[in-house]
């Protein structure tokens, strides 16, 4: 079975900075886009931002220049940093492994929460 474990959620003041972390097996990681999502009950689960095995990232307009993903292929781990977070960026994230027509992976989520 494959697992994404997640790290480094928490509860941060508005404007301050958490830093996300995924890892999974090399035999995933090394053959897949890595992103994270976020989802509010009752919502559908958003793109926060994806990294591919090139180093190509995309992240959403409203994290942009304030969230910074990464990926460590010696590490097999993915890092999201979020800095000046504000109370609309409380969520569950959640990590990907994607590859097309191959594999479409989650992990169990982590709660991030920003108070005001």
């Known amino acids: 079975q494959v697992q994404l474990v997640e790290s480094g959620g928490g509860l941060v003041q508005s404007g301050g900075s958490l830093r996300l972390s995924c890892t999974t097996s090399?035999?995933?990681?090394?053959?897949?886009?890595m992103g994270w999502y976020r989802q509010v009950p009752g919502k559908q689960r958003e793109l926060v931002a994806t990294?591919?095995?090139?180093?190509?990232?995309n992240y959403a307009d409203s994290v942009k220049g304030r969230f910074t993903i990464s990926r460590d292929n010696a590490k097999n781990t993915v890092d999201l940093q979020m800095n000046s977070l504000k109370p609309e960026d409380t969520n569950v994230y959640y990590c990907?492994?994607?590859?097309?027509?191959?594999?479409?992976?989650w992990g169990q989520g982590t709660q991030v929460t920003v108070s005001s």
């Open positions: 090399k035999r995933i990681f090394s053959f897949a886009a």
């Open positions: 990294i591919s095995t090139g180093g190509s990232i």
């Open positions: 990907n492994a994607f590859r097309d027509y191959t594999f479409n992976y």
